[in-house]
């Protein structure tokens, strides 16, 4: 049996766990389930990225970038955390491009 990366887990128990909450919030009748269903999917797709990515630098690049994308979904009702998001998902996209390049190169000598 393979041991899962650390990420993975404590993204994919957050993610359950924010879906949960939105079945319960959706049978009382809130729409606030909506929300908390997609911030939810969103953990466990990063939980997803953590898991595929081949290097750790490169799944912490990919994680933070779809950081970015669940904030900028999420602030388009808070807009502060708007901004936030696409600072992340560009810092995360950028990230992403630098160990792309390091992995292309090859270890140093």
């Known amino acids: 049996m393979s041991r899962k990366p650390l990420a993975f887990v404590v993204f994919a128990l957050i993610g359950t766990a924010l879906l ?7 049978l009382l009748g809130s729409f606030a389930f909506i929300a908390i269903a997609a911030v939810g999917c969103f953990f466990i ?4 990225v ?3 990515s081949r290097s750790p630098a490169q799944g912490a690049a990919a994680v933070i970038s779809v950081a970015g ?5 999420f602030g388009l009702v808070a807009t502060p955390l708007f901004y936030l998001g696409w600072a992340c998902l560009g810092a995360g996209l950028v990230g ?3 160990s792309m390049v390091a992995l292309r190169r090859g270890p140093r000598q």
């Open 20 to 26: 949960l909450i939105a079945v319960v919030l959706g």
């Open 96 to 98: 992403l491009a630098a």
């Open 69 to 73: 994308i669940a904030l900028v979904v």
């Open 45 to 48: 797709a990063a939980a997803v």
């Open 50 to 52: 953590s898991r595929a």
